[in-house]
């Protein structure tokens, strides 16, 4: 059974720091593209960012661009969001989410998500 | 990038009648070389996270009820559950992955009973 579970969320002040991690289980990790996936409270879903299967090429959406670093450890089947710089408007439920084998970017596996949440 | 807007925001449909939503993309997702639409649909149920029901604006994912089905091709495209279930009370988005570099989804839309 593939599992998706997100860890890392939590309070944090503006400008801080926060690294999220997924632990995947139930497929073959590291032949998959990894994506995270985000929504605020109340609000719809928005795509952060993606990175291929063997982590040598991400890309990210303009709102994250240089503040957030997508990275994965194929040998612990583990997906990473490092995000910098937090901003208030970053707070929201943070999920990862696994397209299919093919790599096309709809998702068919998604965890239960991790809430961050920026405030002071 | 590709902005996907839906309509309506909301709606209300008795049990056992027909849901309709609808999504338009900004410029055409379907890829001339495979003739597909790269378009998705999702439902999303509150404090869960969102479920997978349609890729490819029509194929249907595996377990999903065949109530559910998807239509449309180039910047149209609909959603439509044919006969409401209490069980369907959910927001739906549609989503596009044919810009690889930036996928985007629509705005949501709320589906309750009448």
């Known amino acids: 059974e593939v599992q998706l579970v997100e860890s890392g969320g939590g309070l944090v002040q503006p400008g801080g720091s926060l690294r999220l991690s997924c632990a995947a289980s139930?497929?073959?990790?590291?032949?998959?593209?990894m994506h995270w996936v985000r929504q605020a409270p109340g609000k719809g879903l928005v795509w952060v960012s993606r990175?291929?299967?063997?982590?040598?090429?991400?890309s990210y959406a303009d709102s994250v661009k240089g503040r957030f670093t997508i990275s994965r450890d194929n040998a612990k089947n583990t997906l990473y969001l490092q995000m910098n710089s937090l901003r208030a408007e970053d707070t929201a439920v943070y999920y990862c989410?696994?397209?299919?084998?093919?790599?096309?970017?709809?998702?068919?596996?998604w965890g239960q998500g991790t809430l961050v949440t920026v405030s002071s | 990038d590709i902005v996907m807007t839906q309509s309506p925001d909301s709606l209300a449909v008795s049990l056992g009648e027909r849901a309709t939503i609808n999504c338009k993309s900004s410029q055409s997702v379907l890829y001339s070389s495979n003739n597909k639409n790269y378009l998705a649909w999702y439902q999303q149920k509150p404090g869960q996270p969102p479920k997978l029901l349609i890729y490819w604006a029509s194929t249907r994912e595996s377990g999903v009820p065949d109530r559910f089905s998807g239509s449309g091709s180039g910047t149209d495209f609909t959603l439509t559950i044919s006969s409401l279930q209490a069980e369907d009370v959910a927001v739906y988005y549609c989503q596009q992955y044919y810009s690889t570099l930036l996928f985007t989804f629509g705005p949501g839309t709320k589906v309750d009973i009448k």
């Open positions: 139930g497929f073959t990790f590291s032949s998959y593209w």
């Open positions: 989410a696994r397209p299919p084998a093919s790599g096309y970017g709809y998702f068919d596996y």
């Open positions: 990175i291929n299967s063997d982590g040598s090429s991400t």
